[in-house]
């Protein structure tokens, strides 16, 4: 299935199969077909593709989600034109976001109902989940009715002096044949090469209109029609009857044209493919229900084992404290064995001992002791004194003798490190830092690839001045990274209070302060603020406001209720550990619900020139004179921010991985 990408709650950045992307709401019924395979109308995908040259025009009448607007746009290139056509205002919006996107700019989008004559006509907008099915028929399920304006695609043709079409795309809900009788000469003069229209009873019916009506009338005019897998099951055919059906549009061909109809289509093989891959999609479903049941009985076999384990090692422990026990018993069993045997000897020893005649006669002499010289009596003391046994008593040792050699002094640790050489670092104090960015970024765009002072261009008089900074509006406008965010939040900023954060020349900020933003414009740069707020006092643009940041927790100083934060390609060049406390001051600057929008650098460009130190790599991006530049992704971004705490409404890479887009939501 093609990528999706979150974009915003209740949109998917899409990657179709033909080379372009799509802003779509997965709930819708058309948007859904197309997030299937990433191509809508294979048939008619391939047979646009090869008819379509560079240089045509081509219309999309009912342009619904601009699909069939991108694809045409994609095809004609800069120097064709695609005019796109929808009644609903929701459809023009989504066209329009969608061209802006992909910077497409051959495209017009129009909000008109095609019709054959001049006037307003009620539009039925239907449910949010059959979005294609809007018509100015009534229709089930109608979400509003409008009042929408009607004209005759002559009109139209005539007023962009348009000579020739070579496609007209016609898909709109039953007006099919008021939009054929309002082509007048186009259609009877054949300066329409080819038309591809719906041709379904279902639909043409809501007007009173019908497959044989449609026919009649291209035929009269001499148009050939031509059908998908029916005479020709692979491709394209011409049709001997024209039968409604609504799997796939018809093609009807101008008899002037020369050229034939290619009559071998892809989409065949896209259909068996998309087939095979739906049977293999059941088969892995299968395989993954399969695999469920067998892990929910492994997870059953192994808590079963676990239980086990743990029985077998209580029994374990209740065996290893029984055999402890009864070798704790045998110890004191062989103990009490021995010391009985001793006592026993003992007892041996001193029976003898009793029965000797030396006992005895010790006895004998102890009983006549006592009777000469009775126990306590002065005579026993005398006796004791003069006949007892000297007491020899070993010299003690000297206490020099005895002690211990005195201990060495032990080294002293320390935290130094020795033989060690470190490479030294330079350490930069955060209002230096402040001073080299400002030195920087004085210069700025002077045109699309040049650059220059902003300090220069204020010497310029009025007129010099208003004459180059529109030129340059025009230069960068037609860029597709600053087209499609201005495309994008136009609307959103509407009303909304902002700060802009490195304004440069004010280019995208002027965009959005005309779309109706309050902004306040900070920059390290004095002059390059005093260059925007004098291209706002010349052109009377209001809404503007200005602050200087001398350090980086000077957003602290203004109030805290701003509803976005713009960083366009300016705190990357800052080291992320410098910089850290002037995200958190934006941060805090936020209001919850507000968002925190961000152009910088991602890590596969890094990567891709090198991987260099950040002061090395940003002499890559930016010139000699850049201090620094480092890359971002979405975890480095947030983890700025905290901690205050965001969630990521758009993260994604753009130009060739050579920037990425962060849209972030304060929580």
């Not at 050489?421 to 045109?447: D, G, N």
């Not at 995200?583 to 990567?607: C, D, M, Q």
């Amino acid at each position: 299935m093609p990528r999706q990408t979150p974009i915003m709650s209740n949109l998917v950045l899409l990657h179709t199969r033909v080379g372009f992307d799509l802003l779509v709401d997965p709930n819708d019924y058309l948007s859904a077909l197309l997030s299937k395979d990433g191509v809508y109308e294979a048939p008619e995908t391939d047979l646009v593709a090869r008819i379509v040259r560079t240089g045509d025009i081509c219309i999309d009448a009912g342009c619904h989600l601009g699909y069939y607007s991108c694809l045409f746009a994609k095809l004609v290139g800069n120097k064709g034109r695609v005019y796109s056509f929808d009644a609903s205002p929701y459809a023009c919006l989504g066209t329009k976001r969608n061209l802006g996107l992909n910077g497409f700019c051959s495209a017009n989008v129009m909000q008109v109902a095609l019709a054959d004559t001049e006037g307003t006509r009620p539009f039925h907008v239907s449910a949010d989940d059959q979005t294609g099915l809007s018509s100015l028929g009534a229709i089930p399920n109608i979400k509003e009715t409008i009042l929408v304006r009607s004209s005759p695609l002559e009109a139209f043709l005539e007023d962009q002096c348009v000579e020739r079409v070579r496609l007209l795309k016609l898909d709109v809900e039953g007006a099919e044949e008021m939009v054929l009788r309002g082509l007048g000469s186009f259609l009877v003069a054949h300066l329409i090469d080819y038309i591809l229209i719906e041709c379904f009873d279902e639909r043409l019916q809501l007007l009173e209109s019908s497959t044989k009506k449609i026919t009649d009338i291209l035929k009269s005019a001499g148009y050939k029609p031509w059908g998908y897998g029916m005479e020709n099951q692979v491709g394209w055919s011409q049709a001997a009857e024209v039968r409604s059906r609504g799997d796939c549009n018809y093609l009807f061909s101008s008899p002037a044209l020369a050229e034939q109809i290619p009559t071998i289509s892809l989409a065949a093989a896209l259909d068996w493919t998309q087939a095979r891959r739906d049977d293999l999609l059941k088969q892995s479903d299968q395989l993954v229900r399969e695999n469920s049941t067998l892990k929910m009985e492994n997870d059953r076999l192994v808590r079963e084992d676990s239980a086990l384990k743990l029985r077998l090692e209580k029994l374990q422990d209740d065996t290893d404290w029984l055999l402890e026990s009864i070798k704790t018993h045998e110890q004191k069993s062989a103990r009490h064995t021995a010391e009985t045997a001793q006592l026993v000897a003992e007892k041996a020893i001193w029976d003898a001992v009793q029965r000797s005649v030396s006992w005895r006669m010790l006895n004998k002499w102890r009983s006549v002791q006592n009777r000469l010289v009775p126990a306590g009596s002065f005579r026993r003391n005398v006796y004791d004194s003069l006949i007892a046994p000297l007491r020899k008593r070993r010299p003690s040792k000297s206490k020099a003798e005895g002690a211990l050699p005195p201990d060495r002094p032990a080294e002293v640790e320390t935290n130094q490190l020795r033989g060690v050489q470190m490479e030294r670092v330079e350490v930069i104090e955060p209002s230096a830092w402040i001073r080299r960015l400002a030195e920087k970024w004085q210069e700025i765009p002077t045109t699309a690839m040049g650059r220059g002072s902003s300090l220069e261009q204020l010497r310029l008089s009025d007129t010099a001045f208003l004459s180059w900074w529109d030129g340059l509006e025009r230069e960068v406008m037609s860029q597709q990274q600053a087209y499609w965010v201005i495309e994008v939040y136009r609307d959103f900023v509407r009303g909304k209070k902002m700060i802009e954060v490195g304004p440069g020349t004010g280019i995208i900020g002027v965009q959005f302060l005309r779309a109706g933003a309050q902004i306040t414009f900070m920059d390290v740069v004095e002059s390059n603020l005093k260059l925007v707020e004098r291209v706002c006092r010349l052109k009377g643009i209001e809404g503007a406001s200005f602050f200087p940041i001398y350090e980086f927790r000077d957003p602290l100083k203004v109030p805290d209720d701003y509803d976005v934060v713009l960083a366009r390609g300016s705190l990357h060049h800052t080291p992320a550990d410098v910089v850290k406390p002037e995200f958190e001051a934006l941060a805090s600057r936020i209001k919850v619900g507000g968002r925190f929008l961000a152009l910088t650098y991602p890590k596969e460009r890094w990567a891709r020139e090198g991987s260099k130190t950040f002061n090395e790599w940003g002499k890559n991006t930016d010139g000699d004179t850049t201090p620094w530049a480092e890359w971002y992704d979405t975890e480095k971004l947030l983890a700025q921010l905290s901690p205050f705490q965001f969630r990521t409404l758009m993260a994604f890479n753009l130009h060739n991985d050579d920037f990425n887009w962060f849209d972030l939501q304060r929580m």
